[in-house]
C-alpha cells in the first residue's frame, strides 16, 4: 500500500519507518525542512534505540521518502496518519489542537479524490467527530466526497518505540465505516496474521482509550509514590512492597517503580487534558482523583529536593550537587517535563552548584536549562561532590563502582530517586545511602 504519515517527531518517525519495514510504500511529511533533510537521509532527528538502522534501511531501499509538500502527499496516497504533537496549551490544562486542524486543513484542501485521514496524535474525546464536522462545514454538503475521519492511537514508549511498533499489545481502530476498518486492517496485516489483538470500535471509544491508557499508568505509579510516603513514615521497605504487590496478576509489576515519579510529554499532559475534556463534558467530579495523581506525581520532586537539602544540613547554599540523569527517563535524549532537571533546576535556584551527567540527553538539557553546569562523565559530575543525586535510571548509573566514587566525591551521601541502585553495596562503600520509600 501507500501511505503517508504527516509529522515526522516520535510517533510519526517511527511509524513511518515501521509501515515502511512491513512492506509499505511511505511518504513521510513534516514543514520543518531541517527535519526533513536529515530523515531524507536516513537520520532520526531525535535518539530512539534501533531507529537509525531502521531509517537507513528503508530510505536506502527507497520504500520509504520525505517531503514538506503536502500536495504530494495528497497525490501520493489516499491514506494518511496524522501524527502531529497536541502538547498542553499554555496557561491551561487543556491540549493544543491548532497543529492537528492545520495539519489535517493543508491535507485535505489538496486532497480531490475520496481519502482516508487516520489521526495517531493523542487527542480529547470527541475530536474525530470535531474534524469531520469541519470538513463538512468548509467543503459544504454533496459538493464532493469528504475525507474520511478515523482514530488509531499510538501506544509506543520512547526509548522502546519501534518494538512497540512491530510487535504491539494490540491495535486499535476507530472508524465509522466497514471500509475504512478493511483499509486499517490491510496496513497492519502483517501484525494482525501475526496474532496481534486488532480491536475496531467507534472514533470517541479510540480516542479514550489512548488517554486512559496514559491516565491508568500514571495512576499506577502515583499510587506506588504514595505508598512509598507511607513505607517511609512507617519503616516499611517499598521496593520489597512493589515486588509483592506485582505478583498479583490481578495488578502485575509493570508501573509500579516507586521514585521520583513520572514525567515526559505524555502522562502528565494526558492527564490534564482528560481533567480539562471531563470539565467541558460536564463530568469533572468524575475525574477528581486525577488532579490528586498530578499533585502525587509532583510532591515527589519536591520531597528529593527536601531529602537532599536536609542530608546538607538545611540549606544548598554554596554546596556541589552532582546530579545523575537528565532524560525524563532511561533510554531517551528527551527531557521534556524530566523530574530530574526539574529537581536539578530548584536545587540550582536555591543557590547550590549543580553539575549534571546524562548518557544521551545534556544537548537537549542545555537548551532548556542553560544555568546548569553538565559534565560529560560520571567521574566529572562526581568530583568533589557534597551529594550524588541520582535520577534517571540509565543502566549506566546501576553499573557505577561505589569503591571508585567514593575517592572522588566531597562527602559520600547519594539519594536513590529511583529505586535501582544496590543500597548494600553502596553503604559497603562508605556511602550514606537515602531512597525514596525505603528506611535510612
Ligand atoms: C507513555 C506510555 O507508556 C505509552 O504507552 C504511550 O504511548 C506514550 O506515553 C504516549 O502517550 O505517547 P512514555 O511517555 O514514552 O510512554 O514513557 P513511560 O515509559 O510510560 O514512562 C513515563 C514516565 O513514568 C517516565 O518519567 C518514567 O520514569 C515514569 N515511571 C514509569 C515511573 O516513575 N515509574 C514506573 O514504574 C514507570
Known amino acids: 500500500m501507500k501511505l503517508s504519515v504527516i509529522g515526522t517527531g516520535y510517533v510519526g518517525a517511527v511509524h513511518a519507518a515501521c509501515m515502511a519495514v512491513i512492506g509499505h510504500e511511505v511518504l513521510g511529511v513534516d514543514t520543518d525542512a531541517a527535519k526533513i533533510a536529515e530523515l531524507t537521509q536516513g537520520r532520526p532527528p531525535f535518539y530512539e534505540p534501533g531507529l537509525a538502522e531502521l531509517l537507513n534501511r528503508t530510505v536506502r531501499s527507497g520504500r520509504l521518502n520525505f517531503t514538506t509538500s503536502f500536495a504530494e502527499a495528497a497525490a501520493f496516497s489516499d491514506t494518511?496518519?496524522?501524527?502531529?504533537?497536541?502538547?498542553?496549551?499554555?496557561?491551561?490544562?487543556?491540549?493544543?489542537?491548532?497543529?492537528?486542524?492545520?495539519?489535517?486543513?493543508?491535507?485535505?484542501?489538496?486532497?480531490?479524490?475520496?481519502?482516508?485521514?487516520?489521526?495517531?496524535?493523542?487527542?480529547?474525546?470527541?475530536?474525530a467527530e470535531r474534524l469531520a464536522n469541519r470538513l463538512r462545514d468548509r467543503d459544504g454538503n454533496g459538493a464532493h466526497e469528504h475525507p474520511e475521519i478515523a482514530w488509531n492511537p499510538e501506544f509506543l514508549r520512547e526509548g522502546f518505540a519501534v518494538k512497540d511498533t512491530l510487535t504491539p499489545a494490540r491495535l486499535v481502530v476507530g472508524v465509522r465505516s466497514p471500509s475504512a476498518d478493511r483499509t486499517l486492517r490491510k496496513v497492519y496485516r502483517p501484525m494482525v496474521n501475526a496474532g496481534v489483538p486488532f480491536i475496531s470500535t467507534d472514533p470517541a471509544t479510540a480516542e479514550l482509550l489512548k488517554v486512559a491508557s496514559n491516565a491508568f499508568l500514571a495512576t499506577k505509579i502515583s499510587f506506588i509514590n504514595t505508598m512509598a510516603e507511607l513505607c517511609e513514615a512507617s519503616g516499611a521497605d517499598v521496593v520489597t512492597l512493589a515486588n509483592a504487590l506485582g505478583e498479583d496478576p490481578r495488578i502485575g509489576h509493570p508501573f509500579l517503580s516507586a521514585g521520583l515519579g513520572f514525567g515526559g510529554s505524555c502522562l502528565p499532559k494526558d492527564i490534564r487534558a482528560l481533567s480539562a475534556r471531563a470539565e467541558e463534558l460536564g463530568v469533572r467530579e468524575a475525574v477528581t482523583f486525577l488532579r490528586q495523581i498530578d499533585e502525587i506525581n509532583l510532591r515527589q520532586r519536591q520531597r528529593t529536593v527536601d531529602l537532599a537539602r536536609t542530608l546538607l544540613g538545611g540549606a544548598f547554599a554554596g554546596r556541589n550537587v552532582a546530579v545523575l540523569g537528565a532524560a525524563f527517563k532511561p533510554d531517551s535524549d528527551d527531557v521534556r517535563d524530566s523530574p530530574a532537571l526539574a529537581v536539578a533546576a530548584e536545587i540550582h535556584r536555591e543557590g547550590a552548584h549543580v553539575r549534571v551527567h546524562d548518557p544521551e540527553a545534556l544537548a537537549n538539557a542545555r537548551l532548556v536549562h542553560p544555568e546548569l553546569d553538565y559534565a560529560a562523565t560520571v567521574h566529572d559530575v562526581c568530583d568533589g561532590a557534597d551529594i550524588v543525586l541520582h535520577l534517571t535510571e540509565w543502566d549506566l548509573y546501576r553499573g557505577l563502582d561505589p569503591r571508585t566514587l567514593v575517592r572522588l566525591v566531597h562527602a559520600p551521601i547519594v539519594v536513590d530517586a529511583r529505586n535501582t541502585l544496590d543500597p548494600v553495596e553502596w553503604r559497603a562503600a562508605g556511602w550514606t545511602v537515602r531512597a525514596l520509600g525505603r528506611q535510612a
Open 80 to 127: 494518511h496518519f496524522v501524527c502531529v504533537g497536541t502538547p498542553q496549551q499554555p496557561g491551561s490544562l487543556a491540549a493544543d489542537l491548532r497543529f492537528l486542524d492545520a495539519a489535517v486543513d493543508a491535507l485535505t484542501a489538496e486532497a480531490e479524490g475520496p481519502c482516508l485521514v487516520v489521526g495517531k496524535s493523542t487527542v480529547p474525546v470527541g475530536t
